[in-house]
């Protein structure tokens, strides 16, 4: 017999309403996304920094083989909290749609459109039949010249809000709540960066340095002179900010101060 307040069969059961109007599997994606390392993203006045914490299953494991921020398209970014393996599947898909939106319009698309494809596929998988829900949570920064520098998070639902900073994944009561008390509208990317290793480090595991922490920005900074004057590195706009993810010895320098 199901324990009382488990949702009973309709636990098992992605595309039927528990009589409280709940899909259960979606709570169990959350719960996967919960067990995961703490990922964050905090939105700047001149551009964005999404950070996230990787642990290796075992030391012989080569950690700069895992992957946990990945660039979309030039001028979008995304880290994740949950599977590993479903985040990897949504970036495969997220990559095509750019790609497919930049042979149709001679762009890549902005931030809010890829955000509604990625939530869409999302959102199919809570209502198809011999499936179930991504384990993963996204936070997606981009920029466009629409609405300039954006942070999206994206959750098993398919539901997607726009943030100036959130944080996903084991420790992501505790991060809000330590973002809340550090963000302000004036905080430049240089701050912002500082204070997503502060957040990070907050119930942080274990030792933190360059090889368990991953770092990246959507900024002007970092790009060769040549890349900005082509616009090569992101929109394809002459000086517009790109997404890029931080080396190691950036990283480490960071972690210095």
Known sequence: MAQPGSGGAYSFSLTTFSPSGKLVQIEHAL??????????????????????????????????????????????????????????????????????????????????????????VMQEATQSGGVRPFGVSLLVAGYDKAKGHTLYQVDPSGTFWAWKASAIGKNQVNAKTFLEKRYNDDLSLEDAIHTALLTLKEGFEGVMDEKTIELGIISTAGFSEDALALGGHGTGDVGTPGFRKLTEAEVADYLQL
Do not use: H
Request: hydrophobic share 45%.
């Open 31 to 120: 719960a996967a996304v919960a067990s995961g390392t703490t990922s964050l993203g905090i939105k700047a006045t001149n551009g964005i920094v999404v950070a996230t914490s990787k642990k290796t299953p075992s030391p012989l494991v080569d950690d700069s083989a895992l992957e946990k921020v990945a660039l979309i398209c030039p001028n979008i970014g995304v880290v994740y909290a949950g599977m590993g393996p479903d985040f990897r599947v949504l970036v495969a898909k997220a990559r095509k749609s750019a790609q497919a939106y930049w042979k149709i319009y001679g762009e890549y698309p902005s931030t809010r459109v890829l955000v509604g494809e990625i939530a869409t």
